[in-house]
């Protein structure tokens, strides 16, 4: 008897490629400035002074769209073997749901098939973070109508509106997760009350943990 395949979801920047680490050595090299990935503590980077408002963070960051060091970019360390092995469990075809603007899109798709020529995916663009690019629904939204059985993510905010909708969010540790991390755990580890959708989060140190958590729920 064949195993039901699963439908899973992924989010981009930061669960596939490192964008954060790679984008502050950008900045560092071209402003002078000594950022460190641990201290970046929110997901909101121009709340840590990096473009005085949002509007100017992301002017910044595309300028790092446009650098040869984006192109460059390095991979979520275990994302490389991740994506593979997710995609052997998923029903064919990996969903990769963006907040990034639809002007990034020939990247996006540039670096799926560079890294992952074999692996069949979809990218969908959602307005969580840029408004009127043509993107018109949210994340949770597409996750949604999706149908996904899992959805990887590095952003708290976006896991809790996606998890609202009963998709099983397995959210990645990254330095702006942390003042919410030992909450998160402790709450996954109570598996008290099913219908807090907080509980349809599962907060995960690494890839290699993400796995372990999927595979033990299929086998
Ligand atoms: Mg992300």
Redesign the pocket.
Known sequence: MNKKKLKIGL?????IPD?IPSFVNFHNQRYGTRLRFEDIKS?WLWELGIGKDKPEAMRLFQEYYASPEFDEMPLVPGAQQGVLELASLSDGCLEIV??RPLMFRVKTIGLLRTRFPATPSTVHHSNDFHDGEGASFSKATICQELGLDYFV???LA?AETIAQRRVNVLLLRKPWNERDWSRLRKLNGDNQNQNNPQNHITPVESWQELLEHIKGGYE
């Open positions: 989010d981009y920047d930061d669960v964008t997901y963006t907040s993510e590095d952003c976006y």
